[in-house]
């Protein structure tokens, strides 16, 4: 969508070029004004279409940038949920550890527990970062 997006603003400003230059050309003698008619009468419905055009590409693109963070939201939701179910498993392995029953020394399971907790940092610094990026934009969003 990028590329369309491009190609249409380059267009748009190719046709605006070329359609100064006819309306500043003065009438040669001789020229047939059926051809100029019909070259005058395209490069203005150019001129006409491309700005929309465009204007359509960029909403389109906004549109699709919008569920792309939704994904991003929900991968970050379910990798959040994984964290928070390994620390209550670690939590109950670490109770069951004071009764004698588990097999797993204390270093052992609080080594898994920083490492588990450090993921979670890592998960909640990056939406972190993430929200304030999308905060810190200029321009409005173009889809709810």
Known sequence: MSRSLIAALLAAIGIA?????????????????????????????????LPPMGTAFLSIRSMYNFR?????YEHERGLLRRHRGTLE????????????????????????????????????????????LLMERDEHELSP
């Open 17 to 49: 070029t070329l359609h100064a230059v006819h309306l500043s050309e003065p009438p040669r003698a001789g020229e047939l004004t059926g051809q100029k008619e019909l070259g005058g009468l395209l490069i203005g419905i150019l001129a006409i279409v």
């Open 89 to 132: 498993a670690l939590v109950a392995e670490a109770k069951e550890s004071h009764l004698g029953t588990n097999v797993r020394k204390p270093e052992e399971i609080d080594f898994d527990f920083r490492a588990a907790a450090l993921r979670t940092e890592q998960s909640l610094s990056l939406e972190l970062e993430q929200w304030m």
């Open 68 to 72: 792309a963070r939704t994904r991003i």
